[in-house]
């Protein structure tokens, strides 16, 4: 996909303040082309949280403009925007799946935003939506675990299922908050590389925030570092230096964790 | 990749939501067996139409008697009435928990000998199963009309209701922490004080105004079957048809009732 | 817990400050007053005389209560039959009622903070803090004698009950699942009834169970006011001092506690 492609997302000047006066976000511009598997990283408190929130307005930025496919989010209405919200998939640190119900029916959560409430109510999902989601289970290995309650899968099952109920969506973009932040390493390492298999496959564009650098330098073609709201890093992995760490995180001996992007094999440990 | 080997279209049509009970038989027959109750209760209500059409003119007199209320003309009865209660509630709140203890201690598996396991379990086990207005006729029985009788049913239902809730905690207890201050050599009631006690104090203040909150809206309607209190007050206005003064009390309890029900809030809140 | 200095330089360990022990002792003489005086003003309400025959007053009692009446049993069944059907018709009512106010007084689902859920909080506290007793008081006055006006008793004091256990359970959710599934797009009943509905299906059926189990005891006491069920036949006998069939009632409304207990265990443990 050529990089001079009109953006899939573009953020222009997004401001968000906390009602207690902290300044989230402080005027980040970013353009997130189609297809691009992007990492943000950034110390507790940068504000790639709340970025991610704002793209899709789960938290409502408070200045700024956010355009997804050349629509403006920002100023959207209630309808128009959860019309919008379903072209972005969101997955979740905690997997945030609906702990009560089956792993099916967390599944085609996903299509909520194109079903009817009594429909949905009833669990009346039209037959495509149903042989989409035991496709993608059985993408991901757990087609035999359909009607198993969610609360009784391992955390890297339940990402799993987190991972397919945001495809159901039929998403551009996908919104990736702390993946891995629960899970053992080399389940996040398995994790990482689903999403990014994914993506591939489907030539879905992911803003993924993760907290280990070394997951994000080798999953992701492009890293953005944030700090105190504020853009500090834009480039690719290679590019990511200790001068550039000590940018987004501070002053810190960082010669190991550069070095750990060489060897391969190594399992990664989280940094923070 | 098992996506080849799996048929999603196959699976999609053989889905279905998983019912809360697994067998249809016995999931029929649960419904069909309420359904049947429902109808067979709801058939053998006898409403006497006429006289509920006749009582329309009373419900309107007692809607009436809320504006304004009148808290004067019978103010002695409803100030005595609102008395007995409250000493009512104090002293059966006090002297149930200071009995509660006890009680708790022999009905705790882990602590005592199986007779006096025995024995306490009956006693909570009499004062759960019958309603205080039970409790109170009896005791009026014998000891005469009167406050003393709803003490004496107040206590009573207090201990049953303290003790089965604190034994449950007892027996919950950290089985390492009492096993290392029996280790030091304390004698039992060492042992209790400074293994059990502590463990179980937050829950003992919690459960002890909660108890206080319960008392007081118990106290209130014992004066129906002659046990003292505020009831006593509020039947003789419902019997005479002041309505106005009914509709005074009905307002006091329900102040009353705020009040206990924030401080019991309040304090519960500070142990926890 | 005070490291006190002494004039040797040794620290000394106390619990407390003399301050302090002064204000804890000072607490506990005042409770223990406050117990006395109330106990006092009780006691001025108590002709001790018929007091101190209470030994023989019940042991009179017992003797005269057995053996039961075991023929009375035959002319209760119909009455235990109205008393289940308060109980749990009551409860029905109660739960179509209290669960759309749960849902209008809990912060996260209210439509309104500041006008509707002021109201509903009211309506709960008010149905609350009046026992179903007195309840059945006013409905008995208003609809004259019977069940319906036991079911509805039941049904007003429970709403509040069920309201109120529930709108706690409501604001106690994940609030990550329910974000989720706003995430995806879905629209507010759909995020109702897919993430918050599943969430609190565990307290509610407990709470209902709970609260049915009570409705059982309760309902044994409203015949006393005359609103249905065995407390009718309680009433009569007592007025009759027919003992030994008070006995019987007591041994029917046991068997009835412990059945319910029994079922309402089995069902809180099928559903969570």
Not at chain 1, 27 to 35: I, N
Not at chain 1, 38 to 50: D, E, F, N, R, V
Not at chain 3, 74 to 102: F, H, R, S
Request: glycine share 8%; proline share 5%.
């Amino acid at each position: 996909m050529p990089e001079n492609a009109p953006p899939l997302l573009a953020i222009t000047g997004l401001t968000k303040r906390y009602a207690t006066g902290d300044l989230a976000l402080n005027e980040v511009s970013l353009a997130v082309p189609p297809g691009q598997v992007m990492a943000l990283i950034g110390p507790s408190g940068a504000g790639k949280s709340t970025l991610i929130r704002c793209v899709n307005r789960l938290v409502e930025p408070t200045s700024g403009q956010v355009v997804l496919d050349g629509a403006e989010l920002t100023t959207l209405g209630r309808a128009a925007l959860r019309r919008a919200r379903r072209r972005m998939g969101m997955i979740f640190q905690e997997y945030a799946l609906v702990e009560r119900l089956t792993v099916m029916e967390n599944v085609l959560s996903g299509r909520l935003g194109y079903t009817g409430f009594w429909a949905s109510w009833f669990r009346r999902f039209p037959r495509r939506d149903v042989e989409e989601a035991f496709r993608l289970l059985a993408r991901v290995g757990l087609a035999h675990m359909a009607d198993k309650r969610a609360d009784a899968l391992s955390g890297g099952q339940r990402q799993r299922v987190g991972i397919v109920r945001a495809l159901m969506q039929d998403p551009a973009l996908l919104l990736v908050d702390e993946p891995t932040a629960s899970l053992d390493p080399k389940t996040s390492r398995q994790i990482m590389r689903l999403i990014v298999e994914l993506c591939e496959e489907r030539g879905l564009a992911a803003i993924i925030n993760i907290h280990d650098v070394a997951l994000a330098q080798e999953f992701a073609r492009r890293i953005v570092g944030l700090r105190a709201g504020r853009i500090v890093f834009d480039g690719t992995p290679e590019t990511l230096d200790a001068a550039a760490l000590t940018a987004i995180y501070g002053e810190e001996d960082w010669s190991r964790t550069i070095r750990r992007i060489e060897a391969e094999d190594s399992v990664a440990e989280p940094v923070a | 990749m098992s996506a080849t080997a799996f048929d999603a279209a196959a699976a999609a049509r053989a889905w279905r939501p998983p019912p809360l009970i697994s067998s249809p038989l016995l999931r029929y027959a649960v419904y069909l067996g309420a359904l049947a109750y429902v109808v067979l209760g709801v058939a053998t209500v006898e409403v006497n139409w006429a006289r509920a059409a006749e009582g329309m003119g009373r419900a309107a007199g007692f809607l009436g008697g809320f504006f304004p209320p009148d808290f004067v003309s019978k103010g002695d009865d409803i100030f005595e009435g609102l008395m007995e209660s409250l000493t009512m509630t104090v002293v059966s709140t006090a002297l149930g928990i200071a009995l509660s203890i006890p009680v708790a201690l022999g009905a705790s598996r882990n602590l005592a000998p199986l007779p006096i396991y025995l024995f306490c379990r009956g006693i909570i086990a009499v004062s759960r199963t019958f309603q205080e207005i039970i409790i109170a006729i009896v005791f009026v029985a014998m000891v005469g009309f009167g406050p003393l009788a709803g003490m004496l049913t107040l206590t009573f239902a207090t201990v049953g209701f303290m003790a089965k809730l604190l034994a449950e905690d007892i027996e919950d207890i950290e089985r390492a922490q009492a096993e290392a201050v029996r280790a030091t050599g304390a004698g039992w009631f060492s042992w209790i004080a400074w293994s059990v006690l502590p463990q179980v104090k937050p829950r003992l203040i919690g459960l002890s105004a909660y108890r206080l909150d319960i008392n007081f809206r118990e106290s209130a309607v014992l004066g129906l079957v002659g046990a003292g209190g505020i009831g006593d007050t509020l039947n003789t206005a419902f019997d005479r048809y002041e309505f106005d003064t009914a509709a005074a009390v009905l307002l006091i309890i329900i102040a009353i009732v705020l009040v206990c029900e924030y401080t019991s809030g309040w304090i519960r809140r500070k142990v926890q | 817990m005070p490291i006190l200095e002494r004039a040797g330089g040794m620290p000394e360990w106390k619990r407390r400050t003399t301050a302090q022990d002064m204000l804890v002792w000072t607490g506990w003489l005042a409770g223990v007053a406050l117990a006395v005086a109330c106990f006092q003003f009780i006691s001025d309400r108590t002709i001790w005389a018929f007091v101190w025959d209470a030994p023989t007053q019940g042991a009179d009692l017992v003797s005269r209560m057995f053996p039961p009446r075991w023929s009375y049993a035959e002319q209760l069944w119909k009455p235990l039959w109205d008393t289940i059907n308060i109980a749990t018709l009551g409860t029905l009512l109660a739960i179509v009622i209290g669960v759309p106010l749960a849902f209008l007084a809990a912060h996260n689902t209210t439509p309104s903070v500041l006008f509707v859920r002021p109201v509903v909080l009211f309506i709960i506290v008010a149905s609350r803090s009046i026992n179903s007793l007195i309840w059945a008081l006013i409905l008995v006055i208003i609809l004259g004698p019977g069940v319906l006006a036991g079911i509805l008793a039941i049904a007003l004091r429970s709403i509040g009950f069920i309201a109120k256990l529930l709108y706690e359970a409501i604001e106690e959710i994940d609030p990550s699942q329910v974000e989720a599934l706003r995430a995806s797009g879905a629209s507010n009943p759909q995020v109702l009834a897919w993430g918050m509905v599943p969430q609190v299906m565990p307290a509610f059926a407990g709470i209902s169970v709970f609260r049915w189990d009570i409705n059982i005891r309760e309902a044994t006491v409203l015949g006393l006011v005359g609103a249905g069920g065995i407390g009718m036949q309680l009433e009569a006998s007592i007025n009759t001092l027919a003992w030994p069939q008070v006995t019987m009632i007591f041994l029917l409304i046991l068997g009835m506690v412990a059945v319910s207990e029994w079922l309402s265990a089995r069902v809180r443990h099928a559903i969570i």
